[in-house]
């Protein structure tokens, strides 16, 4: 099991910005990318954005085009999540995840990934 280090959640006005981090500690496989879900009180966990490993090409959710970035840094291992012009609708937990060298599915599907973290939380008060 590879640890993912999430960090970055807290409270925020609406209209605010947060950036949220995570870190594949350890990481001694390949991997073709990472990717953040969100679980928000009473709903299903939802994709919000992945980046490919090694092209970096960022996928988005619709709800969130335009307003959020992923961004990574190969040589940390870690991955970013800017969030700008956030809503109440975005109050959730947030979940890093990691493919690991999974073949199967496409980033916007929990399938993809191998790894995931504890979550951090995000609250977005209007």
């Known amino acids: 099991q590879v640890p993912l280090v999430e960090s970055g959640g807290g409270s925020v006005q609406a209209g605010g910005s947060l950036t949220l981090s995570c870190t594949a500690s350890g990481r001694t496989y390949s991997t073709y990318g990472m990717g953040w879900f969100r679980q928000a009180p009473g709903k299903e966990r939802e994709f919000v954005a992945a980046?490919?490993?090694?092209?970096?090409?960022?996928y988005f959710a619709d709800s969130v085009k335009g307003r959020f970035t992923i961004s990574r840094d190969k040589a940390k291992n870690t991955v970013y999540l800017l969030m700008n012009s956030l809503n109440a609708e975005d109050t959730a937990v947030y979940y890093c995840a990691d493919n690991g060298g999974r073949t199967k599915s496409s980033p916007d599907n929990e399938r993809y990934y191998e790894y995931w973290g504890q979550g951090t939380q995000v609250t977005v008060s209007s």
């Open positions: 980046i490919g490993w090694i092209s970096g090409s960022p």
